[in-house]
Nanobody, 125 residues
Framework: QVQLVESGGGLVQAGGSLKLACAASGRTFSGNAMGWFRQAPGKEREFVASISWSGTSSIYGNSVKGRSTISRDNATNTVYLQMNSLKPDDTAVYYC??????????????????WGQGTQVTVSS
């Protein structure tokens, strides 16, 4: 079983940047698709980004497209989410997730079967 631990969240001013990290431990990581999702208070969970097992393919949610970059380092079992030009609407708990059933970047949360505990991102105006 893979375990995921997110880090890098915090408080940042609008227009600033943050880089989230998700460290995986346990069984297979390098063969799995990885994703980032977020959930703001009172809102549904939202897709942020996903990356394929090799790191050569990635997709983004419309709300972060052009402002965020997902990457992974299979040597260290870590996936990253670089977020720039942050807005107050980006405030949410950000979750890392992995799929043990697909190698390819996916948007739907139903593809992901292991989730981290989340890291809080707060963007002040």
């Amino acid at each position: 079983q893979v375990q995921l631990v997110e880090s890098g969240g915090g408080l940042v001013q609008a227009g600033g940047s943050l880089k989230l990290a998700c460290a995986a431990s346990g069984r297979t990581f390098s063969g799995n698709a990885m994703g980032w999702f977020r959930q703001a208070p009172g809102k549904e969970r939202e897709f942020v980004a996903s990356i394929s097992w090799s790191g050569t393919s990635s997709i983004y949610g419309n709300s972060v497209k052009g402002r965020s970059t997902i990457s992974r380092d299979n040597a260290t079992n870590t996936v990253y989410l670089q977020m720039n030009s942050l807005k107050p609407d980006d405030t949410a708990v950000y979750y890392c997730a992995t799929s043990t059933t697909t190698r390819w970047a996916r948007e739907l949360s139903t593809y992901y079967d292991v989730w981290g505990q989340g890291t809080q991102v707060t963007v002040s105006s």
